[in-house]
């Protein structure tokens, strides 16, 4: 069982930049595959990135190629998400989730899941 909880999401400006934390307790996070996703108003939840194991490969959507960036500290149990260049299509919630493995950017393939953050992008 793995708990994950977000945070550093909020309100920024278009063209700046914001942070993302996840931080989980449980069992063996350096074996789960890490992701971020974020579903919009009215939207359905899409993939934003995602990293393995050891942070050796990361994934992007090709929305967010490019100006955001995901990274993981296996000694803190914790995956971030560094998002520069925002832009008001950016607004959602963002969540992390944990995957054993399997197609890291099909939401399916990841068993927990935190309660998600809000960002706001305003023009």
């Known amino acids: 069982q793995v708990q994950l909880v977000e945070s550093g999401g909020g309100l920024v400006q278009a063209g700046g930049s914001l942070s993302l934390s996840c931080a989980a307790s449980?069992?063996?996070?350096?074996?789960?595959?890490m992701g971020w996703f974020r579903q919009a108003p009215g939207k359905e939840r899409a993939f934003v990135a995602a990293m393995n194991y050891n942070g050796g490969r990361t994934y992007y959507a090709d929305s967010v190629k490019g100006r955001f960036t995901i990274s993981r500290d296996n000694a803190k149990n914790t995956v971030y998400l560094q998002m520069d260049r925002v832009n008001v299509e950016d607004t959602a919630v963002y969540s992390c989730a944990a995957s054993p493995g399997g197609i890291y950017w099909d939401s399916r393939t990841y068993a927990y899941w935190g309660q998600g953050t809000q960002v706001t992008v305003s023009s």
């Open positions: 449980g069992h063996s996070f350096s074996s789960y595959v």
